[in-house]
């Protein structure tokens, strides 16, 4: 063995065979070869686990993918993968941060354990750092968290395996739609409702969402991807000549409507269950992509629409404002979603992505003007002819910040100054009002040089027989010998 360089056993036997050396007897010397085993280490086979899992959240794999090398059109990097042992039903998680695991899993447990009251029992995972932050709730909930061992992801088969079938569909769908690659987190959570309803040779070619759910899928509810959509916008038009709908590339099934996701060429996602398809045709490339855009080389990223998504670093998924759908219990969409979101935080004007509008289309009439050339005309503001007015109220004052401040300056100056002293009116009494007094000073050119705000006493309506002040004073209460006080 050592003589021809730690060969296998059975090649130093069939050497052996063949030659007039005479093999050492067991006991003179073990077959063992410490050698070998330092140099030859490798993966040992792993054996099937034989563990048979009756009910729902018995054990739950998780596992996050990620990062994509393209953030999607929403802002998602990663996403965190959910796999019962029983059903082998998925959910999925969009995330922006690895750090946003422990609130999305704490959301799931809540999610599964209503839903099919029954408790989560068991947790595999990896030994990724995403996970040790759950390791305190683990123990709150007792939960029993299994690891596999370092560098071992086979452990985690099960898992591992959902990812690939999940990139490998969404994958398909965003090639055969023409869709850009960043949307790539609307195809993925569209191959998660999927593979949901598809049989599956795991769990004896049942769908999971039979086991689970213990009905079958309704596959009249599904539409192709990226396919031409004309959603019903009516109850968005301004005025009653509008068109009722529009051109819109459909983008999956809403988790928390029964409808569909419809992106318009605005860039706004609507939802409706009134939803017309026309499935020969994929619209992207006709909707977003120009023609100066057309003209650039496929390696290139084309420029997509700005979605309407989600803002909120605790949700998951992808926030869209709703045409309301009409009640109803169909399973396409309820109970419970296989990609969960919080739905607190919808909003129908607000648009997260940092990716431009598609740009109009261009002027192609052969007339050349300005414009065309890049010529632009510095505009000219008549200003010397604009005169400056004193307001007359202060309504109107307060309309405009350079006022205001005055006014702020003045009564700052008239309490450091201790102008006057809070008092009781006295009795029979009635106390005499103010006003401001406004007005522009200016240099010789006629430029301003200060806005001047005054707060003077109404004197004029003090009675007969009192000192009646000049305007700039100001009154504020009444000696006991019925005289008033001026404050300069």
Known sequence: HLRLGHPHHDS????????????????????????????????????????????????????????????????????????????????????????????????????????????LKFVQTDGGGEFRTLIPFFQQEGILHRLTCPYTHHQNGTVERRHRHIVELGLAMLHHSALPLNFWDHAFLTA??????????????????????????????????????????????????????EECVFLGYSPSHKGYKCLSRSGRIYISKDVIFNEGR???NDLFVTTTQASIPATSVSILPSLVCSHNPSSSTLISPAITASSGSSESNFLPSSTPVNSSTTSPTASSSSHSPPAPPRNAHPMITRSKNGIIQPRINPTLLLSNVEPKTVK?????????????????????????????????????????????????????????????????????????????????????????????
């Not at 802002?75 to 029983?86: E, H, K, P, Q, R």
Request: net charge positive; hydrophobic share 35%.
């Open 396 to 488: 109107s004052a307060l309309t405009d910040p350079h006022w205001l401040s005055a006014m702020q300056a003045e009564l700052t100056a008239l309490h450091a100054n201790h102008t006057w002293t809070l008092v009781e009116l006295p009795s029979g009494r009635k106390p005499i009002g103010c006003r401001w007094v406004f007005h522009l000073k200016e240099n010789p050119d006629g430029s301003i040089n200060k806005y001047k705000a005054r707060l003077v006493a109404k004197g004029f309506i003090s009675n007969l027989g009192l000192i009646s002040l000049k305007p700039f004073l100001l009154l504020l209460s009444l000696s006991p010998s019925g005289l008033c006080s001026p404050l300069l």
């Open 192 to 245: 998660t409702y999927l593979i949901n309803r598809l049989p599956s040779s795991s769990v004896g070619f049942q769908s999971p969402y039979k086991l689970i759910h213990n009905k079958d899928p309704d596959y009249a509810f599904l539409k192709i991807f990226g396919c031409s959509c004309f959603p019903l916008l009516r109850p968005y038009n301004q005025h009653k000549i509008q068109p009722r709908s």
């Open 12 to 119: 130093l036997t069939k050497a052996l065979q063949t030659c007039n050396i005479r093999l050492p007897t067991v006991n003179k010397i073990s077959d063992f070869c410490d050698s070998c085993c330092i140099a030859k280490s490798h993966r040992l086979p792993s054996q099937p686990s034989t563990t048979i899992y009756s009910k729902p959240l018995e054990l739950v794999f998780l596992d996050v993918w990620g990062p994509a090398s393209l953030e999607s059109s929403c802002g998602y990097l990663y996403f965190l993968t959910c796999v019962d042992a029983c059903t082998k039903y998925v959910w999925i998680y969009l995330l922006r941060r690895k750090s946003d695991v422990s609130s999305n899993f704490q959301n799931f447990k809540a999610l599964a354990e209503k839903q099919f009251q029954t408790p």
């Open 282 to 284: 994929f619209p992207y």
